[in-house]
């Protein structure tokens, strides 16, 4: 997926993620595409680490090399390998010390999901939609 179309297809429902709405304590987003991307002009890694909320199970633990950004970019979409339960997301670019938590018991419904690489490190993108999205890749049903 082409980086620019993945950011103006959900530009109008999109949202850096810096501070969540709180849900009641049984909600939680599910992620039904998770996508990688880059803007940087140089290739970078991106560590990536998903645990289950409330045991502490890591589900995922990867790093991923992403091209430079720029025009034609293709991001990475990572294949559903997560379960449908709380998560939380931890990323970061492989040369740096912290890491960035996403965690989806903040929000509700699905989520089209972002990870982008940039100057600060790393930011999450996301859009709000109705479970399921229209032909889920993972998590058919969920909601």
């Not at 909320?53 to 990475?76: A, C, K, M, W």
Request: proline share 4%.
């Amino acid at each position: 997926m082409k980086r620019r179309t993945f950011l103006g297809a959900a530009v109008s429902s999109t949202v850096v993620a810096t501070a969540g709405c709180l849900g009641d304590d049984d909600s939680y987003a599910t992620i039904q595409r998770f996508h990688l991307l880059n803007s940087l002009e140089e290739s970078a890694v991106m560590e990536i680490r998903i645990e289950q909320s409330e045991t502490g199970n890591r589900v995922h633990d990867d790093q991923y090399e992403l091209p430079p950004g720029g025009d034609g970019f293709d991001g990475i979409t990572l294949d559903c390998l997560w379960p449908d339960e709380p998560l939380k997301i931890d990323t970061r670019r492989e040369s740096d010390d912290s890491w960035n938590t996403f965690v989806t018991t903040d929000y509700e419904d699905c989520l089209l999901f972002a990870v982008e690489l940039n100057q600060s490190g790393t930011s999450y993108l996301y859009s709000h939609e109705d479970c399921p999205v229209r032909s889920p890749d993972c998590h058919d049903g969920a909601g």
